[in-house]
């Protein structure tokens, strides 16, 4: 079946320092893409999506890019903080009559040192 | 605002019993979504209810689990005869269906242990 997957499970930067989390999916089909964070002992949070049309989008401190040609998203935080340090998820969402479905990657543990 | 809720935040129980799971969406929100999460992994869909509409259950393991959503709000994830596969956390979350982006906002989700 279509998958998303994360190419480093784990990530330690040091604080100020930017950080960037990649992710690949197979499913060329997929129109929408979100980012999620999700602390230790909590559910994700959402921090910012994109949809197929678009290449980059900006949030505050964060940044995501999306390469459709090679089906490659990644996540781009700048001055990292302590308070980043959580596991990263990217999640595509289905296409057609399963548009309502995500589907995630592993997670990506990012570790923030001071 | 109040976001949404889930009880217990931690439920252990023995081999073979039977447990339920309660997610409180947020007031609003006509849909809303089950997942599980293994330790040290990504979140696998359970099923999806929206509205009135028949729920999607495809993501269900196995015919132990079972989930209903009364009036439209509150729903309750049941999982008959544990295993120790079950152990994991469950995470409820619930969405607008209108205005395009679906954004999902999640519990914090039940930690379930099955000894």
């Known amino acids: 079946g279509e998958s998303v997957g994360l190419h480093l499970p784990t990530l330690s930067v040091q604080e100020g320092d930017n950080s960037i989390i990649n992710c690949a999916y197979s499913?060329?089909?997929?129109?929408?893409f979100i980012w999620y964070k999700q602390e230790s002992g909590k559910g994700p949070q959402f921090i910012i999506d994109?949809?197929?049309?678009?290449d980059k989008r900006q949030g505050q401190r964060v940044t995501v890019l999306l390469n459709k040609t090679v089906k490659h998203l990644s996540l781009q935080i700048a001055a990292t903080q302590p308070g980043d340090s959580a596991v990263y998820f990217c999640?595509?969402?289905?296409?057609?009559?399963?548009?309502?479905?995500?589907?995630f990657g592993k997670g990506t543990l990012l570790t923030v040192n001071p | 605002g109040a976001g949404v809720s889930q009880s217990p935040s931690n439920k252990v129980t023995e081999k073979g019993k039977d447990v339920e799971l309660r997610c409180d969406p947020i007031?609003?929100?006509?849909?809303l979504y089950w997942y599980r999460q293994s330790l040290g992994q990504g979140l696998e869909f359970l099923i999806y209810?929206?509205?009135?509409?028949?729920?999607?259950k495809s993501g269900l393991p196995s015919d132990r689990f079972s989930a209903e959503r009364t009036g439209g709000s509150v729903s309750t994830l049941t999982i008959q005869r544990t295993q120790q596969e079950d152990s994991a956390v469950y995470l409820c979350?619930?969405?607008?269906?209108?205005?395009?982006?679906?954004?999902?906002?999640f519990g914090p989700g039940t930690r379930l242990t099955v000894t």
């Open positions: 499913n060329s089909a997929s129109d929408y």
């Open positions: 007031s609003g929100h006509t849909a």
């Open positions: 979350a619930s969405s607008f269906t209108s205005g395009g982006s679906y954004e999902q906002y």
């Open positions: 994109i949809r197929s049309n678009m």
């Open positions: 999640a595509e969402r289905g296409s057609g009559g399963s548009n309502y479905k995500l589907t």
């Open positions: 209810f929206q509205g009135n509409s028949a729920p999607d």
